[in-house]
């Protein structure tokens, strides 16, 4: 700590940081000759604490963290290679989930930053090329799906109302930030308010398990094991109404890989009671829309935004297959420029059809009786963020967590947490 706060007074002396985007400043002004060049950095931290008050059966606290290390290239100005872009991107995350250590029995993530193997990952290895007068961009490399399809900002502290929403239900599959696939995606500005971008994505069981990460997970490798690809389609507008910015996509998504059906075995026979491998289903699929809109004060500053985004899935394979998140921030609060609040509401619907199965294990299996998931699992976050200065944000949170799960059978949970992060 003591090291950083030198390195960070050395730099901030001459560059004002209180000012400044980054902690420490424009390094004497190499940030921005750097930049001038074609090179810039991405360094940041963010961590996220959180207390149990109530629901499941520990009253504890934990904590997780995420470091980011980043660079972009501008090889135009670099070598002279019109229109492309180089980005490197690896995070590093540690700690531990409340919601599992505490037993809570919830299916979206009390602490967004948790999950993905809490080790090193090789987040983003990326080239773009512009073309067209940059009408056309296309992108190949290793990426997260969010970064670039149904992206959306992670204000709040639950995963419920933080990144590309289909993420949140078939994360099997759907890999957002950190971790990276092999993937390509191409956008098309149709014109200056409205795009459409298709993309694919290598789906393979090994990029979400976590003993994986831990031994691999900064390798550029193209792992072995490869079920399919995930083919998401996204129509996008950006409008500005009224003079005030907004964001609307609509999308759907097509994973080619068999799915393992929640209720029937090969023979078509419950698996409940017949037992068996799962019915292979041919592929996956879903849809989502989103919409964000500043309807207040000054276009990108003070005033207020209003969001909403849903997301569907196909019963027949996803423990979780829909979820709707609604909520509202307001920047400039108080005649702070940076700080803001937010409010949100949310509910993942856990799937009908595996119900239904754990029904019929219930009835059939007595003393070997689970917990029915078979309702939404709703989700409320207020929080304040505070911003001593640009570079850093505080942000406490309240949240209240109803069915957790979707069972009516397990405790409501209440959290108190802060949420905190750094520019460099």
């Known amino acids: 700590m003591f090291a950083c706060a030198a390195f960070s007074a050395s730099f901030a002396h001459a560059d004002d940081a209180s000012g400044s985007k980054y902690l420490f400043g424009d390094w004497n002004g190499a940030r921005t000759r750097l930049a001038d060049e074609g090179v810039t950095f991405d360094f940041g931290y963010g961590f996220e604490a959180a207390h149990n008050y109530s629901g499941g059966d520990r009253r504890i606290t934990r904590y997780t963290d995420q470091w980011k290390f980043g660079t972009a290239l501008d090889l135009d100005k670099l070598w002279g290679w019109h229109g492309a872009t180089f980005k490197l991107i690896v995070t590093d995350r540690n700690g531990r989930d409340i919601g599992a250590d505490a037993n809570i029995g919830n299916n979206q993530l009390i602490q967004e930053v948790y999950g993905r193997g809490q080790t090193w990952h090789l987040t983003m290895f990326q080239l773009e090329q512009k073309f067209f007068n940059d009408r056309l961009s296309w992108k190949i490399g290793r990426m997260p ?152 004060g000054e276009a990108g500053g003070r005033g207020t935004t209003v969001f909403l985004n849903i997301t569907s899935a196909d019963h027949a394979t996803s423990p979780t297959n829909n979820q709707i998140a609604l909520g509202m921030e307001y920047k400039g609060i108080f005649g702070r420029p940076n700080d803001f609040v937010g409010a949100a509401i949310a509910g993942t619907h856990a799937s009908g059809y595996a119900a239904k199965n754990q029904r019929l294990f219930n009835a059939t299996h007595p003393g070997e009786e689970g917990i029915i998931n078979d309702g939404y699992e709703k989700v409320a976050e207020v929080f304040y963020s505070w911003s001593p200065i640009a570079s850093i944000a505080i942000r406490p949170n309240l949240q209240y967590i109803k069915d957790p799960g979707g069972s009516k059978q397990t405790d409501n949970a209440f959290v108190l947490g802060l949420k905190t992060s750094i520019a460099f």
């Open 145 to 296: 799906v969010g970064e670039d399809i149904n992206n959306f900002s992670c204000d709040f502290m639950n995963l419920s109302f933080c990144g590309a929403q289909p993420g949140n239900i078939v994360g099997d599959y759907w890999v957002n930030w950190p971790t990276s696939l092999w993937a390509t995606v191409l956008k098309l500005n149709t014109t200056n308010d409205t795009f459409v971008q298709i993309a694919a994505y290598q789906v393979n069981p090994k990029y979400v398990d976590d003993s994986y990460a831990r031994r691999r997970g900064l390798d550029l490798d193209f792992p072995s094991g490869t079920t399919g690809a995930l083919i998401p389609l996204e129509f996008g507008w950006k409008p500005a109404i009224g003079g005030l910015p907004g964001s609307y996509r609509a999308g759907v998504w097509y994973n080619t890989s068999k799915g393992n059906d929640l209720y029937l075995n090969q023979d078509r026979q419950p698996l409940a009671t017949a037992g068996g491998e799962p019915l292979q289903r041919s592929s996956r699929k879903g849809a989502w829309i989103t919409f964000q809109q500043q309807v207040s």
